[in-house]
């Protein structure tokens, strides 16, 4: 069992994650914080479905593989347009 | 920014104190890197406690193991700038992350750990993945 680092953040803080979307875009980045609202990311790639011919999945596939180049070295995105947050380390 | 050199320590002395060396400057790393002969472990240490903390036990652990590397190198990312990027520059086409660890083989990256597979895990789980590595990449103990 690891210590808990920041007890007053969400238990994803820290952990790279991949947001999925309702729209084309999917997220990876590491978890800053989580709320009702929003989930804040640092050290971000954003993938458009399509994107370099490859699909939302072949995209989750490689970064679970090798890890991302960030795009952004943070990025809030609306908790409404979020459909899923999974751990990029279990996937 | 670096963290103070006082906190950072102990963080050091966990690897340093199992048989690491210490790579901190871009000559230290080019002289570890280059030595191409046999099998090597290159660890990318970090302050981070959310997939630090496994990953130094788990180290630690996996190197208790029949199969190790021949040698054991360690920068800090975020502390000795320079030696980290230029760890990083013998594989420039992995993402940066850390804390990670590269396994060497012939001067070769075999077998790379990047921080999400270390950050959601214990440091147990994290010896048997360095483990398995071991044992692929560098083979089968000599009978006794």
Redesign the interface.
């Known amino acids: ?3 808990d ?2 007890p007053e953040r969400h238990e994803l ?4 994650v991949v947001v999925d979307t309702s729209g084309p875009e999917i997220f990876v980045g590491r978890c800053d914080d989580l709320d009702d609202h929003q989930v804040i990311l640092l050290d971000v790639d954003v993938h458009e479905d399509g994107d370099d011919g490859r699909s939302k999945e072949e995209y989750v596939e490689r970064a ?1 593989r ?5 795009k952004f070295d943070r990025l809030v995105v609306p908790r409404s347009r979020v459909v899923s947050v999974r ?4 996937l | 920014m670096p963290y103070s050199e006082m906190m950072v320590a102990p963080m050091r002395a966990e690897l340093s104190s199992i048989g690491f060396e210490e790579l901190r400057t871009a000559e230290d790393v080019e002289r570890f890197m280059e030595n191409r002969e046999g099998t090597a472990l290159l660890v990318l240490n970090s302050v981070c406690g959310c997939a630090a903390g496994q990953a130094r036990p788990g180290v630690r652990q996996a190197l208790e193991g029949p199969v190790k590397p021949d040698r054991l190198g360690t920068v800090f990312a975020g502390q000795d700038v320079e030696a980290t990027a230029q760890a990083r520059s013998y594989f420039a086409d992995i993402p940066p992350s850390s804390p990670s660890m590269a396994l060497l083989k012939d001067g070769e990256v075999v077998y790379f750990v990047p921080r999400h597979r270390i950050e959601s895990r214990s440091a147990e789980d994290v010896a048997a993945d360095l483990t398995g590595a071991f044992q692929r990449y560098f083979g089968a103990p000599a009978p006794a």
């Not at chain 1, 803080?13 to 790279?16: L, V």
């Not at chain 1, 090798?66 to 960030?70: E, P």
């Open positions: 069992m690891s210590p680092w920041h803080h820290g952990i790279t679970a090798f890890g991302v180049w960030k751990r990029l380390g279990e």
